[in-house]
């Protein structure tokens, strides 16, 4: 929500921020009826070239550095790139989850959200969280199916358990704040879904 408010200088400025809402929600297989396209992952008709050829086009516009090579995928701050396995090495599309999983810890740079690993509640575990929440996101948004639903996701931020848990105790809005940075992470992705466009030179 925003709202207007007056700062020290007396000054009207727009002030930004979450509440929660609650709601009766049902297990999909509680309910009768097909509703498949309603499950999490599920991406109605979408052709898979076309996903993978959008989320190539997003990083390429982007101008992201991804190398191939080992059997390890992350983002290197100090060279501001991305190394990934082989595609091969992936079953389905594991690959662009993974992938984009980085691209989510790219857009922390300085030059770019300015993410700091060192502020109060913005540790490892919030980054991994913001990270695979943003991945998340962004599958969705290209129409990327996600490998076997969302197993893979909930298998990897299930490590970070102990510590999200630890997080939460001491600060409850700690799943707030990880799904808005990583909603501001996918809209600032998102931003390079298509290239950009070259203004005409204007005439005097």
């Not at 090495?89 to 989850?97: A, G, H, N, S, T």
């Not at 959200?113 to 998340?136: H, K, P």
Request: charged share 25%; aromatic share 10%; net charge negative.
């Amino acid at each position: 929500m925003t709202k207007t408010k007056t700062n020290r200088k007396g000054e009207e400025v727009e002030d930004k921020f979450c509440f929660m809402k609650q709601f009766c929600l049902f297990n999909i297989d509680q309910v009768e009826g097909d509703l498949d396209h309603l499950r999490a992952g599920h991406c109605d008709n979408a052709d898979p070239e076309v996903s993978v050829h959008e989320a190539d086009e997003l990083i390429k516009n982007a101008g992201i550095d991804v190398f191939h090579g080992g059997n390890r995928a992350f983002y290197e701050p100090g060279i501001d790139a991305i190394t990934m396995p082989h595609r091969h090495q992936f079953k389905d599309e594991r690959y662009y989850e993974t992938l984009l999983h980085e691209v989510c810890h790219w857009a922390e740079h300085p030059n770019r959200l300015n993410w700091d690993r060192s502020e109060d509640g913005n540790g490892y575990a919030m980054g991994e969280l913001v990270a695979e929440m943003g991945a998340c996101f962004l599958c969705g948004e290209l129409g990327i199916p996600f490998a076997e639903g969302l197993e893979n996701h909930a298998a990897y931020v299930g490590g970070w358990a102990k510590k999200l848990h630890d997080a939460v105790q001491i600060d409850p809005s700690f799943i707030m704040k990880a799904s808005t940075q990583a909603s501001k992470v996918c809209d600032y992705l998102l931003s390079f879904r298509q290239s950009p466009v070259e203004e005409p030179a204007l005439v005097v």
